[in-house]
């Protein structure tokens, strides 16, 4: 329905006075308004012209600023613009109001889990552009806790965030590699006790593998049966290997991490063989012509 943009509309516009007249006045106009604003905007949205969409939507927020939805769409746009800026202050200067755009999303959310949801999963994609660690993963935890996310969402989250400082150990351990060693012993001690700037990259690297625990257990208490979790604790096995220097506790944690590995394995075979044999079932209960 297009209110103002053609004299088609008239009839409608006039009913919707009426409407109007008998129920809550001004407010209610506003609202059909921008509601009329938000549909023409995702039609030129899915059009592919980003550009005349934010105008509608922009147009819907400032019609009515109490439409989360509104401001939802709008972020997307911005999003767009973002990703195509190839100055970086500007870049970052978009970016920055997509993620007030989406604040106020939240905000005027309630109970709409389709805006809480879409909401938080675009400013995680935005924190992640702009690499703030600390910001993404505080956003991925509030989505993963969230009444609104499913199960299955939830413990991908989780475990996205553990993959996360999973990253984070390898990456200090990744640079005190002895490339000699690496080789033949890639899980070999990392030294990084002669400095005060190493002791301080081991201890963030240590910090890391303890917060990747937490959040693979977090995933495997939703979904037990979630082998991703599984494989990546095994790796986190194999930093604290890396940080450890008593060589009677490397080898217990390459047997823990091996163990989980194997068992990961088993895990996946088994689901996948059952998988295939529903499929195959499915196929010879299938009508044949």
């Not at 329905?1 to 006039?14: D, E, G, Q, R, Y």
């Not at 005190?176 to 700037?197: G, I, T």
């Amino acid at each position: 329905m297009k209110v103002f943009h053609n004299s088609t509309t008239a009839l409608t516009f006039a009913a919707i006075v009426a409407l109007a007249t008998l129920g809550s006045g001004c407010g209610y106009i506003r609202k059909v308004i921008a509601k009329d604003k938000l549909n023409q905007g995702a039609i030129e949205y899915n059009r592919g012209r980003n550009k005349d969409a934010q105008v509608f939507f922009k147009d819907a927020t400032e019609t009515d600023p109490s439409n989360a939805s509104a401001w939802l769409y709008l972020g997307a746009t911005m999003v767009k613009d973002y990703r195509k800026e190839i100055d970086e202050p500007k870049k970052k200067d978009i970016a920055n109001q997509a993620l007030g755009v989406y604040q106020k999303a939240l905000s005027l959310a309630n109970d709409n889990c389709i805006v809480i949801e879409n909401a938080l999963s675009y400013m995680a994609v935005i924190y992640d552009d702009m690499r703030n660690t600390a910001e993404w993963r505080k956003t991925m935890e509030e989505r993963a806790t969230s009444k609104c996310t499913k199960k299955d969402a939830k413990a991908q989250a989780f475990y996205g965030i553990g993959v996360n400082y999973w990253q984070c150990s390898f990456d200090q351990t990744n640079r005190y590699q002895d490339k000699a060693l690496s080789v033949s012993q890639p899980f070999h001690y990392r030294k990084m006790d002669y400095s005060p700037e190493a002791l301080a990259d081991r201890d963030k690297a240590s910090a890391c593998v303890e917060k990747g625990f937490e959040f693979f257990e977090k995933a495997l208490q939703i979904d037990p049966e979630y082998t991703e979790p599984m494989f990546y604790k095994a790796l986190l096995y194999r930093e604290r290997q890396k940080l450890t220097k008593e060589e009677p506790k490397r080898k217990q944690y390459e047997q823990e991490a091996a163990k989980i590995s194997k068992e990961a394995t088993e895990l996946q075979n088994k689901k996948q063989a059952a998988a295939a044999a529903e499929q195959k079932a499915k196929e010879q209960a299938a009508p044949t012509s």
